[in-house]
T-cell receptor, first 113, second 114 residues
Framework: GESVGLHLPTLSVQEGDNSIINCAYSNSASDYFIWYKQESGKGPQFIIDIRSNMDKRQGQRVTVLLNKTVKHLSLQIAATQPGDSAVYFCAENLYTGGFKTIFGAGTRLFVKA | EAQVTQNPRYLITVTGKKLTVTCSQNMNHEYMSWYRQDPGLGLRQIYYSMNVEVTDKGDVPEGYKVSRKEKRNFPLILESPSPNQTSLYFC?????????????FGDGTRLSIL
């Protein structure tokens, strides 16, 4: 079916450590994946994306990995900072006669100082 | 400043009283969309629009209407609101109507239907 899920609803890490947030998707037709960050009282904010013809993409302190074999997506945040505390959503875009976006339930990241 | 603006940010109303949440973007984006966010369910797509006069249903369209008469505006209309439509709503826009585009989100509208 068309669903995007997350393995862990909350993640707590020490400041300076690396964070890994995981996401499973079920629609093999999805061709574009995005990670969004949502801070309290704000709308989701784009972090990084990856197309289905790639397996890794790096940004500034963030890396997204895509494993199409097991339909798994992950977001890695290097040297996690207090400002990284937020809810993180993975999302997939797919064409179903129109362009739809399906979001996962979200993972809350706590960064301990 | 490039942004997606939603109004109102907060609204408490009663069952059956028609309401409209406005959404406007100043980035000349083709694609616009509405989502609702409920605890534990993430964001679910209500309606989206590929361009002016082109709209389509998302995953949870029941009880909602939209229109796209102008490129910059995409209002969400609840003709007869019910308590199960109490939620946090987000409008978003994307540069073009393609699958490889991220979306820009407004800061949300919290609706309470009593």
């Amino acid at each position: 079916g068309e669903s995007v899920g997350l393995h862990l609803p909350t993640l707590s890490v020490q400041e300076g450590d690396n964070s890994i947030i995981n996401c499973a998707y079920s629609n093999s037709a999805s061709d574009y994946f995005i990670w969004y960050k949502q801070e309290s009282g704000k709308g989701p904010q784009f972090i990084i994306d990856i197309r289905s013809n790639m397996d890794k993409r790096q940004g500034q302190r963030v890396t997204v990995l895509l494993n199409k074999t097991v339909k798994h997506l992950s977001l890695q945040i290097a040297a996690t900072q207090p400002g990284d505390s937020a809810v993180y959503f993975c999302a997939e875009n797919l064409y179903t006669g129109g362009f739809k976006t399906i979001f996962g339930a979200g993972t809350r990241l706590f960064v301990k100082a | 400043e490039a942004q997606v603006t939603q109004n109102p940010r907060y609204l408490i109303t009663v069952t059956g009283k028609k309401l409209t949440v406005t959404c406007s973007q100043n980035m000349n984006h083709e694609y616009m969309s509405w989502y609702r966010q409920d605890p534990g369910l993430g964001l679910r797509q209500i309606y989206y629009s590929m361009n002016v006069e082109v709209t389509d249903k998302g995953d949870v369209p029941e009880g909602y209407k939209v229109s796209r008469k102008e490129k910059r505006n995409f209002p969400l209309i609840l003709e007869s609101p019910s308590p199960n439509q109490t939620s946090l709503y987000f409008c978003a826009s994307g540069l073009v109507a393609g699958t490889d585009q991220p979306q820009h989100f407004g800061d949300g509208t919290r609706l309470s239907i009593l």
